[in-house]
């Protein structure tokens, strides 16, 4: 028995060379049968001349992978012949397959502070930050600069203030 190769998801045409001898010439049909367990499959063939073609099409979705039996048969009139038997080993086409994998990041959040040193004076009040000296405005510019939504150096220094305080926290 030859072995042959085929693939389950992609159709196959196999092709045979048929003589049929005799006194008186005849009706001929063939056929492919594919033996699975508890299951044959019969396939058509299409002659012409001494040639019969059969197309066995993607079975995937009813066969497993594996080797099955397969037997050419030949009916002429009313008689019928096995001329040919043969194994036929399925696979699966070989596919690859690539997909770009993207990484995300959490974006880290880096936070720091400086110290900055306080002096009251009587109307205003210096704030040193980072060694530079910065006038507080009076309550009254206070006042007119929330009205006109100006960032003073005082809303910048409290600011900076909590900001120092919720490091110390996470430390």
């Not at 045979?16 to 367990?37: A, D, H, W, Y």
């Not at 039996?69 to 096995?82: A, G, I, K, Q, S």
């Not at 997909?99 to 990041?105: L, Q």
């Not at 040193?117 to 009587?122: D, G, N, P």
Request: net charge positive.
């Amino acid at each position: 028995m030859s072995m042959i190769n085929l693939m389950i998801d992609e159709e196959n045409e196999l092709t045979f060379q048929v003589q049929i001898e005799g006194t008186r010439p005849g009706n001929s049909k063939c056929r492919l049968m594919l033996e699975s367990k508890g299951m044959s499959f019969a396939f058509e063939g299409n002659s012409s001349g001494d040639e019969v073609s059969v197309v066995l099409p993607p079975l995937d979705h009813v066969l497993k992978e594996g080797i099955y039996d397969m037997t050419l048969e030949v009916v002429v009139d009313d008689r019928f012949f096995e001329p040919l038997k043969l194994q036929g080993e399925f696979e699966k086409r070989l596919k690859v397959t690539a997909e770009a994998v993207t990484v995300k990041v959490k974006p880290r959040v880096k936070t720091s502070a400086s110290l900055v040193e306080v002096k009251k004076k009587q109307n205003h009040t210096k704030v040193r930050a980072n060694n530079r000296s910065i006038n507080k405005p009076s309550k009254q510019a206070i006042k007119e600069n929330k009205r006109k939504n100006v960032v003073t150096d005082q809303d910048i220094y409290n600011i900076i203030k909590k900001l120092s305080r919720s490091n110390k926290k996470w430390s």
